[in-house]
């Protein structure tokens, strides 16, 4: 891999409404307006050598409309974290309290994931790419993937609550740059605390 394009999915029905979804079994389809962000990125990014997303509903459909002729590759290490008992309620609900009061590897309650279970997770994926022969990839992914990469590239590792990623919005890396990026996070992972 030379360049790596990532991209969060577009508008989805439940990300409309700020509801939790880290479960694949649950199909979540794109928006209209979501359909029309992951067209808008394939045009803005113009074309790539391989698409690569999660197992979920909304990154596949995201990546089908936005490079609707070019192979895809599931990446289930990049799915979203597990949220146990708080799958389906809004963040507010409950989440980001925990995610304020609880240490990174401290597994989710309702048999959700640790926040550090979900890096190293994360980080075998990142890793599945990098060792990718194509030479321009598009990863679409949720929030959290994306932000974690941004973050490393500029040299700070994974924080305790993540600024949103819009949706559909392509960042950049390059394949240096990611593999940086990769080292920041995989040493925070080896030492966790926020």
């Not at 925990?98 to 989710?108: I, K, S």
């Not at 190293?120 to 990469?149: D, N």
């Amino acid at each position: 891999m030379k360049e790596l394009v990532l991209a969060r999915h577009g508008e989805s029905e439940l990300s409309v409404i700020d509801r939790l979804n880290g479960d694949v079994s649950v199909e979540v389809r794109l928006t209209e307006l979501g359909r029309g962000q992951a067209r808008q990125l394939g045009r803005a990014v113009g074309p790539v050598d391989l698409v690569a997303h999660t197992e979920f509903a909304r990154t596949r459909e995201t990546a089908e409309l936005a490079w609707p002729d070019t192979p895809l590759l599931v990446v289930p290490e990049l799915n979203e974290i597990a949220f146990g008992r708080f799958e389906g309620t809004l963040w507010t609900d409950g989440y980001h309290e925990w995610v304020l009061n609880t240490a990174p590897d401290e597994a989710c309650p309702g048999g959700g994931e640790s926040r550090l279970a979900a890096v190293q997770r994360y980080l075998r994926g990142y890793r599945l790419l990098v060792e990718r022969p194509e030479e321009r990839i598009a990863l679409v992914a949720h929030g959290a993937q994306i932000r974690y990469i941004l973050l490393a590239v500029e040299g700070l590792p994974p924080s305790r609550v993540l600024d949103r990623v819009e949706p559909a919005k392509p960042f950049t890396v390059g394949a240096e740059a990611f593999a940086r990026a990769i080292e920041v996070i995989d040493s925070w992972a080896s030492a966790p605390a926020f």
